[in-house]
C-alpha cells in the first residue's frame, strides 16, 4: 500500500459548540484528564513551534510541566535553539495530538520566563542525574561526539558530589499565555469538528470571556 492510500475513519465522538465549557482552560482540563486515563507514556508531550525573529521556524517536542490560568509552562536549557528563538520571538504554538481519542489540541499565545523562584522550584523536583544532565550540556550546541557529554558528566558528578546540584544560570522555564485555542474531534468523511476559542482583542469590551466559533474543516 502506498502512503497516499493510508487513511483512517474517525468516528469515536463528536463535539458541539453548545457541549464546551465557556473556559478553555476547564476544557484542557477536562481533555488531558480524559487522556490521561488512556495510559500513553508521555501524556504531557506537546509539540512547541518557534520561529526566529525574521520568521524562519523551528519545531520539536517538549514537556508540559504546568498549566493554569496563567499559562503552559515547560522547562529548558534558554541558549537552546528554542531558548534563542523565544528570547528574539516571544511567540509560540503548541500542538497537543491525542490520536487514540482522534483528538487534538493547538494553542497559540506570548512567551515569557518564568521566575527564577518557579524555576528552582521545579528543577529540585527534578531527579539527581537530570539536575547534572543540565550542567552537563550547552543544548543545541555542535559537539565532537559522546564523549564530549560524559565527560562534562564525570566533571559535574565531581563538582557537585558533597551537595546537591543548584540551579544553573541558563536553566528555566517558559511559560505561553494563549490568545487562542481550538479543540479538533476527528468525525467521519473528514468533516473534522473544531472549535476555536478567541481571546477578546484590547479595544473590545473589558472582562469580556472568549468567543466560541466553529471553524470549518
Given at each position: 500500500?502506498?502512503?497516499?492510500?493510508?487513511?483512517?475513519?474517525?468516528?469515536?465522538?463528536?463535539?458541539?459548540?453548545?457541549?464546551?465549557?465557556?473556559?478553555?482552560?476547564v476544557e484542557f482540563a477536562r481533555w488531558f484528564a480524559e487522556y490521561r486515563e488512556v495510559s500513553p507514556p508521555e501524556p504531557n508531550?506537546?509539540?512547541?513551534?518557534?520561529?526566529?525573529?525574521?520568521?524562519?521556524?523551528?519545531?520539536?517536542?517538549?514537556?508540559?510541566?504546568?498549566?493554569?490560568?496563567?499559562?503552559?509552562?515547560?522547562?529548558?536549557?534558554?541558549?537552546?535553539?528554542?531558548?534563542?528563538?523565544?528570547?528574539?520571538?516571544?511567540?509560540?504554538?503548541?500542538?497537543?495530538?491525542?490520536g487514540e481519542l482522534e483528538r487534538q489540541v493547538r494553542i497559540t499565545g506570548s512567551v515569557s520566563r518564568t521566575s527564577a523562584e518557579?524555576?528552582?522550584?521545579?528543577?529540585?523536583?527534578?531527579?539527581?542525574?537530570?539536575?547534572?544532565?543540565?550542567?552537563?550540556?550547552?543544548?543545541?550546541?555542535?559537539?565532537?561526539?559522546?564523549?564530549?557529554?560524559?565527560?562534562?558528566?564525570?566533571?559535574?558528578?565531581?563538582?557537585?558530589?558533597?551537595?546537591?546540584?543548584?540551579?544553573?544560570?541558563?536553566?528555566?522555564?517558559?511559560?505561553?499565555?494563549?490568545?487562542?485555542?481550538?479543540?479538533?474531534?476527528?468525525?467521519?468523511?473528514?468533516?473534522?469538528?473544531?472549535?476555536?476559542?478567541?481571546?477578546?482583542?484590547?479595544?473590545?469590551?473589558?472582562?469580556?470571556?472568549?468567543?466560541?466559533?466553529?471553524?470549518?474543516?
Amino acid at each position: 500500500m502506498s502512503i497516499a492510500d493510508l487513511r483512517r475513519e474517525y468516528a469515536r465522538a463528536r463535539l458541539d459548540e453548545r457541549d464546551v465549557s465557556h473556559d478553555p482552560l476547564v476544557e484542557f482540563a477536562r481533555w488531558f484528564a480524559e487522556y490521561r486515563e488512556v495510559s500513553p507514556p508521555e501524556p504531557n508531550a506537546m509539540i512547541l513551534a518557534t520561529a526566529t525573529a525574521d520568521g524562519v521556524p523551528s519545531v520539536r517536542t517538549v514537556l508540559l510541566k504546568i498549566f493554569d490560568a496563567e499559562g503552559f509552562v515547560f522547562f529548558t536549557d534558554y541558549r537552546s535553539r528554542k531558548g534563542q528563538e523565544l528570547e528574539a520571538n516571544p511567540r509560540a504554538a503548541l500542538l497537543f495530538y491525542w490520536g487514540e481519542l482522534e483528538r487534538q489540541v493547538r494553542i497559540t499565545g506570548s512567551v515569557s520566563r518564568t521566575s527564577a523562584e518557579e524555576s528552582e522550584q521545579y528543577f529540585r523536583r527534578r531527579p539527581v542525574g537530570s539536575r547534572l544532565g543540565a550542567w552537563s550540556s550547552h543544548q543545541s550546541q555542535l559537539i565532537a561526539g559522546r564523549g564530549v557529554l560524559e565527560k562534562a558528566l564525570a566533571e559535574a558528578e565531581a563538582t557537585f558530589a558533597d551537595g546537591e546540584p543548584p540551579l544553573p544560570p541558563y536553566w528555566g522555564g517558559f511559560r505561553v499565555a494563549p490568545d487562542t485555542y481550538e479543540f479538533w474531534q476527528g468525525r467521519p468523511n473528514r468533516l473534522h469538528d473544531r472549535i476555536v476559542y478567541l481571546k477578546p482583542g484590547a479595544d473590545e469590551q473589558p472582562g469580556r470571556e472568549w468567543r466560541i466559533a466553529r471553524l470549518s474543516p
